[in-house]
């Protein structure tokens, strides 16, 4: 029976395309789409239509908004459709993942003063939820933010009903036994996208665009003393007696109740120490350097920490504070909005030199992760509320709140300009920058361009391709952060896969500009043009290649078969990160470690030990075996390659006798591109030309050498000779 070859790969086949590696390219193609179907879920996945049906007249859904993913939601009337609130799902604005790797999809309703209509559960993936208690638990938990309001401070308790009781300041829900974790997930996923919508749509955010938060700088760290930072600020220090807190209850009932206040009242009611210690010289300045790496460690890009130091008769903790939670005797507010923070449950170090003479007795770290919206060129106002009881059987509760703020010096954080929040903006920033990018890459098309001209020389062409790895290197690389990787492709797939819009690229020009090219040269030259020119660790790996020529190291050049073995592994590293992008962003983080891009290119090598140890362990490969990486390993490289297949030119000029017999320049192609018959893998060729010199070249292209032999001396042949034989015997000599 004849076998069946699908017609895209029998196409592929007349193109002229290798039938194998078409049919495995076909099949990976339809395996990821597969997976791109089946991920469809991890998007908001609600229509009008739908939004029609769950909402019926008189209520009236708008259309999505084009600026943030929300429906607007009217109400008929007499004259007029009133717009009531909004409506959207919480994977759209802040797709925080859950215990499975995927977000938790929840339908949230808030009118327009930031109230809870109605918050139902679309989607969620979480074990606790599935196979253990099952959805309803959640349903329930879910339904409780009905009617609450933005502005409270929500705290979850868990087994604790007579404790719940809601204020104008505070509301309490029932948690859920034995999915603690789940739950707090779950009130992030809420408070979260609901802020972000109320800060856009409803002027939460104070006229200001919530989307140009500051962000804090990495890289000042300054060196001060714990007194310094005190005294100036940096260390925010209050300190509350016993007479302040029994004058704020003054003319309540709970004037008196506190027996030791009044007899005490010069007494330190509470000594507070708080730190904004994720800023780098604060919190290097304070914590000992392995508790600095441990906070780190802790904390997602955006996220914030505060560290909060108290002694005295009241304490931050409680007895009753489970570790992991939100505190209730401090709360933070930004803008009259309430921001959660939650107990990191770290214990961390103090200096010797700076911890000695505090005496604190409670240590805190609370974590604010980034989709909190919390801005650091804002003032932080926190409240510490004192209650007090009256009664026994039904006691009344009576509460103060003692507030103070904190703004972090204006030299540790950067604003956004107004007019730099477009690309566009970016863009003329940084012009300089791009007008020399797009002068070396036109010099680089002109000279691949007219390459018989480039090759005339071999020193020439030596000294030019030298001098433009070193702009590479240093200009597109190090000073630019111009460096491709294949966290470029796994973005766009998780956008995609996302349903969000690929703008976020229009933010780098360097990798906009780049990228532009390399699709160009992809379809003229193939991969090689990036891979041999453009990729500055490729860059730094020849030079690298370039210094064990120069220490005499032996070159390790593999079997043919061997080798082609060895290249394969790219393609598998390639292929579980694609695929990993279609399932925990967090696994796809870990994997493309396997490029040491960020450790060599755009870090610097400033980066933990075993990151540094693997690019450099790289790099030293490489003076053994040519480009060690970029030929075995690279996921990006193979990419292209793959892309590259569908190049319009194959431009390595060949003659006849290359490959039969000449084998001149497969012995000295490096990158072991080139096959015993002569032919060129253009998929295996990083464009270093170096079979284009010797083809140009009389003293060493065989053929040319034994042309320009003939020039000078008359062949006399054999009668019946065959001068074609002659040459293959002359070729072998």
Not at 100 to 117: A, C, E, R
Not at 204 to 214: K, N, Q, S, T, V
Request: proline share 5%; net charge positive; glycine share 6%.
């Amino acid at each position: 029976m004849k076998k069946q070859i699908h017609p895209v790969v029998a196409c592929a086949s007349r193109a002229g395309f290798p039938y194998r590696p078409v049919m495995i390219f076909w099949k990976s193609l339809v395996f990821l789409s597969c997976l791109w179907i089946a991920s469809a879920a991890l998007a908001g996945v609600m229509t009008r239509e739908e939004l029609v049906r769950r909402y019926p007249l008189p209520y009236i859904v708008g259309e999505k908004d084009g600026a943030i993913p929300v429906w607007p939601i009217f109400q008929q009337n007499a004259t007029e459709n009133k717009l009531i609130g909004y409506v959207f799902e919480s994977i759209d604005i802040a797709p925080i993942p859950g215990f499975s790797g995927v977000p938790i999809n929840l339908l949230i309703t808030i009118d327009t003063k930031g109230n809870f209509l109605d918050v139902k559960v679309v989607s969620q993936h979480e074990p606790v939820f599935l196979d253990g208690l099952g959805p309803e638990p959640l349903f329930s938990f879910v339904s409780q933010y009905k009617n609450l309001s933005l502005k409270q401070n929500i705290r979850i308790l868990t087994g604790s009903n007579s404790a719940k009781d809601a204020s104008a300041e505070t509301a309490h829900l029932d948690g859920v036994s034995k999915a603690t974790a789940s739950v707090r997930i779950i009130n992030q996923t809420i408070l979260s996208s609901a802020l972000k919508v109320a800060r856009k749509k409803l002027g939460f955010a104070e006229d200001r665009d919530p989307d140009l938060m500051a962000r804090i700088k990495p890289d000042i760290a300054e060196s001060h003393t714990i007194k310094e930072l005190i005294d100036t600020g940096l260390i925010k220090h209050i300190v509350l007696r016993n007479a302040e807190i029994e004058k704020k209850f003054a003319g309540t009932n709970g004037s008196g109740l506190d027996a030791d206040a009044v007899a005490h009242p010069a007494d330190t009611f509470i000594d507070l120490y708080m730190a904004y210690v994720s800023v780098p010289s604060i919190g290097r300045n304070l914590l000992r350097e392995s508790a600095w790496k441990r906070l780190q460690d802790r904390l997602e890009p955006g996220d914030h920490a505060l560290l909060v130091m108290s002694k005295g008769r009241y304490s931050i903790i409680g007895d009753d504070f489970i570790r992991g939670t939100t505190p209730d005797r401090i709360a933070l507010k930004q803008d009259r909005l309430p921001i959660e923070m939650r107990d990191l449950n770290l214990d961390l170090a103090l200096k010797e030199d700076q911890g000695a003479g505090l005496g604190m007795e409670s240590v805190t770290v609370f974590r604010i992760i980034s989709q909190a919206g919390l801005d650091p060129s804002r003032p932080l106002d926190f409240v510490l509320p004192m209650t007090r009881y009256k009664g026994i059987v039904y006691p009344e509760k009576i509460s103060q709140d003692f507030p103070f703020s904190f703004s972090l010096p204006a030299r540790f954080y950067t604003v956004p300009e107004r007019d730099n929040k477009s690309w566009t903006g970016i863009w003329h920033d940084r012009r300089g920058e791009i007008a020399i990018l797009l002068t070396g890459l036109a010099i680089l098309s002109l000279a691949l361009a007219f390459q018989k001209k480039l090759v005339a020389q071999q020193r020439r062409f030596a000294v030019f391709r030298n001098l433009y790895l070193l702009f590479t290197l240093f200009f597109i690389g190090w000073y630019a952060q111009g460096q491709l990787s294949i966290v470029n492709l796994t973005s766009v797939l998780q956008a995609l896969n996302a349903g969000r819009s690929l703008d976020f690229f229009l933010y780098d020009p360097m990798t906009v500009t780049l990228s532009a090219f390399v699709c160009i040269s992809l379809v003229i030259w193939g991969r090689g043009t990036f891979c041999g020119w453009l990729c500055p660790f490729g860059a730094l790996q020849e030079f690298t290649a370039k210094l064990g020529k120069l220490l005499k190291i032996p070159q390790t050049r593999f079997k043919p078969k061997t080798d082609k073995h060895l290249k394969r592994i790219k393609y598998l590293i390639l292929a579980g990160i694609l695929i990993s992008t279609f399932f925990s962003s967090d696994i796809t983080d870990r994997l493309v470690e396997a490029e040491p891009f960020k450790t060599a290119i755009t870090l610097n090598f400033v980066r933990s030990w075993p990151f540094v140890a693997y690019a450099l362990g790289l790099l030293v490969a490489s003076m053994f075996v040519y480009k060690f990486f970029c030929r075995f390993l690279c996921p990006f490289g193979a990419g292209l390659a793959v892309l590259g297949r569908f190049r319009i030119l194959d431009w390595i000029p060949r003659r006849k006798e290359c490959g039969t017999p000449c084998q001149t320049c497969r012995h000295q192609c490096a990158y072991q591109a080139i096959t015993p018959a002569g032919t060129i893998e253009y998929d295996e060729c990083f464009q270093c030309m170096e079979c284009v010199v010797i083809h140009a070249s009389d003293e060493r292209c065989a053929p040319l050498m034994l042309e320009k032999k003939r020039a000078r001396i008359i062949p006399i042949h054999s009668a019946g000779a065959d001068p074609a034989s002659d040459l293959a015997t002359d070729l072998t000599i």
